[in-house]
């Protein structure tokens, strides 16, 4: 491999793969919701850029990173733009074949960067690459069913990104764009084996755009292994078993994705492995470790730890939420990093569900507190004592639910922070828009169940899209009478920002409703059994003021202060 070539020349003649310690495939493609500024968008921006340009000199594409082993050049630094590149030149090939039959030139190209009736030129880590060729190099796959991880998502997404900007392009323009990829420059660097090659990846990560610690990690556990491993078998066993935990890591990560971010459950599982909650730099703490004598002991019992906190989650995020109303509750909350060290905890003791669900609640009523009061208070300095004596010897879940009751009854001065009378002066503030919408989802379930054992509650995502409504908008409607009392200084400081005055509906019942007359809103409020009762609320007469504002919310609040 020569040290300056070209694009079509690094390809061509080669095998090139993503070793396992890589990162898997994280660039994203633009949402058509979102003005954000996405990888390969900047990607195929830049080579519009250059053809429209009269640049002389050929397209630069950076420099790569290559180990060479068992006939195969690993990539070390630059996956990342070789697997958009192989993304691109597919998508690009199988919009030039759709206009006409491919020349022998391009034919040749396409042997040279893609693949030859036995070899294909490029392939990703071992977990993604059955979808990156069916869908992407064969395209024999046409559909995004079964992608058992984030990145797969993400390689489907940009082929199709690309196909989507190509397809509608000329002849003449895709066959520049052609060019200009194949014949860009390139430069290129060998290493001599995979210790150095892990020692690349981590130098070369840790001065450019940063993996994931999760990434970093899996690296220095391998090179670590190669380092102190007792011999070539030693070595082989505990590199494979690594591979074999971290390919269980990115499934379940597909499952989870955007749920929670893999680096937390790096750092809950260190918090659940050394049984603190004070555990907050997992790299520093990594670092330490491996550092130590026994650190192959640690590699092996740490990994497997990882899996099964990765594997844990995927069940209590996508499985047990979907099956559980108050794992489903305390998910859609949010903001529950807390909770999940206790979480991983009772899945490691085989806890029931039951169990676990009640765990829910309780930390579920907690966090709103924290969240409504908006004390600066630490809660984690308050529960680590019954965290650390939550043990495999002690598995005991009442502990844990007596000290968080504790702390909502409290009134000494160390935890009175987050107490019932905190609590009922918070819930008569104005309160953020996103809690608020949780709050109302949990007074439409006590509506719906009428006090009723084995109600069956309404799922949040059962609301198309909701929002807030200001029953009472915040802007007095011009058109008078318009139904909403005077809006004199107290009406508008006191009135409008309370949950007696906010509604949960969906996001098109919100759009429809707007600025009109009360008499006018109160008409469309027939979907919600909250919205229902605003007509109740109202009497005889539509008119919805002060007064009708304070019966609404002191029941909201009743309700609250018994759930919470």
Known sequence: MNPSTTVQNMLANKRIVVPAYQRAYSWETPNPTSTRTTQTDVFLSDLEDYRTSSARSPYYFGHFLFEEKDGKYQVIDGQQRLTTLTLFLSALFKCLKALRPLSETEQACYADVIRTPHVIRFNTVDYDNRVFIDYVIDQVKVDHGGL??????????????????????????????????????????????????????????????????????????MYAVHLRGQDDDHKEMLISEIKDRFEQIYKSIASIDYRIKEDDVLL?????????????????????????????????????????????????????????????????????????????????????????????????????????????????????????????????????????????????????????????????????????????????????????????????????????????????????????GKYDDTFVSEYLNCLGNYLLLSKPHNCSVGNIAFS?????????????????????????????????????????MEQL
């Open 268 to 484: 809950y599982t260190l918090r659940v492995q050394f049984n603190s909650l004070w555990e907050s730099d997992s790299l520093d703490k990594i670092d330490k470790l491996l550092g130590q004598d026994d650190s192959l002991v640690f590699i092996r019992e740490f990994t497997q730890a990882l899996a099964a906190s990765f594997l844990h989650l995927c069940n209590f995020f996508v499985a047990h939420e979907k099956k559980h109303f108050a794992i489903h509750s305390l998910v859609m909350l949010g903001g529950i990093g807390i909770v999940l060290p206790f979480i991983i905890k009772a899945y490691n003791f085989k806890l029931p569900m039951p169990e676990i669900e009640s765990l829910c609640e309780a930390f579920e009523g907690l966090i709103v507190r924290h969240r409504l009061i908006g004390t600066r208070a630490d809660i984690t300095s308050r529960i680590s004592h019954v965290y650390e004596r939550f043990t495999a010897q002690n598995p005991q879940i009442e502990p844990i639910l007596t000290r968080i009751n504790q702390l909502k009854i409290a009134e000494d001065p160390w935890t009175a922070y987050w107490n019932n009378e905190n609590l009922r002066v918070a819930l008569n503030r104005e309160i953020h828009h996103s809690t608020a919408k949780h709050l109302l989802w949990k007074y439409e379930n006590h509506l719906n169940s009428g006090g009723q054992q084995g109600y069956n509650p309404r799922r949040y995502d059962a609301i198309e899209k909701p929002e807030l409504e200001h029953i009472a908008p915040t802007t007095e409607p011009k058109t008078k009478p318009h139904g909403y």
């Open 520 to 560: 006018k809103k109160l008409l469309s409020y027939t979907y919600l059994t909250q919205q229902r009762e605003i007509a109740e609320l109202c009497g005889d007469k539509p008119l919805w003021g002060k007064r009708a504002i304070d019966r609404r919310h002191e029941r909201i609040v009743d309700v609250l």
């Open 148 to 221: 058992s991880t984030s990145s797969s998502l993400r390689i489907v997404n940009a082929f199709d990104y690309f196909n989507d900007q190509l397809k509608h392009k000329p002849e003449a323009y895709l066959c520049r764009m052609l060019d200009i990829v194949c014949q860009a420059a390139c430069t290129t660097h060998r290493v001599q084996d995979e210790a150095e090659a892990i020692q690349m990846f981590i130098f070369q990560n840790n001065r450019g755009k940063r993996p994931s610690n999760l990434e970093v990690v899996k690296a220095q556990f």
